[in-house]
Structures are given as C-alpha cells and as structure tokens.
C-alpha cells in the first residue's frame, strides 16, 4: 500500500511550499488516524485532542524543512509520537494533569470490563436468566411510561 506521500506528492509540495488548502487536506487525511494512535496512549480524549493540535501547529511551522526524499507519513508519525511522550513526561510532573490521565485510564479499563461482560452474558445459553432481565427492562420502561 502506498504511503501518503507517495500517493500525493503534489500535496505535500505545495504544502511545503506554504498552501492552506494542501494543510487543509494533510489535516483531513491524518487527524482520525493520529486521534487513534495517541488516544491508544494516552486514554484521554482531552489530551488527545491537545498533542494532536500541537502537531499540525509544529507541522506547520516546520514544513520549509520537510524532505520530500522522507517518508511523510513516518516523519508525521515521529513527531506524534516525540510530543505524546513529551506531553506526559510533562503530565508526570504536573499532579492535575496526572490526575485526568489516571481517571481516563480507570474509565477506559470499566467500559472493557463492561464490554467482555455483555459479551459473555450475550454468548451464554442462559435464556432463564436473559428472559428474567428482559422482562425487567421492560417493566421498567412501562412504570416510566405511566409516569409521563
């Protein structure tokens, strides 16, 4: 599969050369996959978003020094990565930052644990126990219905 740069090398001219819309389009093209690839990091939606703006900002500024013989998509990647680690060795540091990311990764560790559950309890043969639940849930939407 061809890389990025590769497959858009006049983007990344004109980018280099200074063009919004080329930053525009790099912006588009790699925001959902940097999104993923630091939120794997940091568990922390916030922060994700905070080292993701820093990246396309230090993109920017240094795009006069970007070599096109480079790969794009590891030289973007490397930057990621460098401000991710920058970014919470800097948290560490920081006792309310520290505090956000732990709260995330507590968050993120409860809803995997949600998940397997439903998961187990879906793939069960336990239709006594699935039924009686059930008719719980529906029970509990007819005492709200009869309240509105």
């Given at each position: 599969?061809k890389?990025?740069?590769?497959?858009?090398?006049?983007?990344?001219?004109?980018?280099?050369?200074?063009?919004?819309?080329?930053?525009?389009?790099?912006?588009?093209?790699?925001?959902?996959?940097?999104?993923?690839?630091?939120?794997?990091i940091?568990?922390?939606?916030?922060?994700?978003q905070?080292?993701?703006?820093?990246?396309?900002?230090?993109?920017?500024?240094?795009?006069?020094?970007?070599?096109?013989?480079?790969?794009?998509?590891?030289?973007?990647?490397?930057?990621?990565?460098?401000?991710?680690?920058?970014?919470?060795?800097?948290?560490?540091?920081?006792?309310?930052?520290?505090?956000?990311?732990?709260?995330?990764?507590?968050?993120?560790?409860?809803?995997?644990?949600?998940?397997?559950?439903?998961?187990?309890?879906?793939?069960?043969?336990?239709?006594?126990?699935?039924?009686?639940?059930?008719?719980?849930?529906?029970?509990?939407?007819?005492?709200?219905?009869?309240?509105?």
């Amino acid at each position: 599969m061809k890389k990025f740069g590769q497959q858009h090398p006049a983007i990344i001219t004109s980018f280099i050369k200074g063009d919004q819309e080329a930053f525009r389009f790099v912006f588009n093209f790699f925001y959902k996959k940097l999104y993923g690839f630091v939120y794997k990091i940091t568990k922390s939606g916030y922060s994700t978003q905070e080292i993701i703006q820093e990246v396309f900002i230090k993109l920017w500024s240094i795009r006069a020094s970007i070599e096109m013989s480079e790969s794009f998509d590891a030289f973007l990647y490397t930057i990621t990565r460098n401000l991710t680690y920058n970014f919470l060795r800097d948290a560490s540091k920081k006792e309310s930052l520290k505090k956000e990311l732990w709260e995330a990764i507590k968050m993120e560790q409860y809803h995997t644990e949600n998940i397997f559950q439903s998961a187990v309890f879906t793939t069960s043969n336990d239709s006594n126990r699935m039924t009686y639940l059930l008719m719980e849930k529906l029970s509990f939407y007819k005492q709200n219905a009869r309240k509105k």
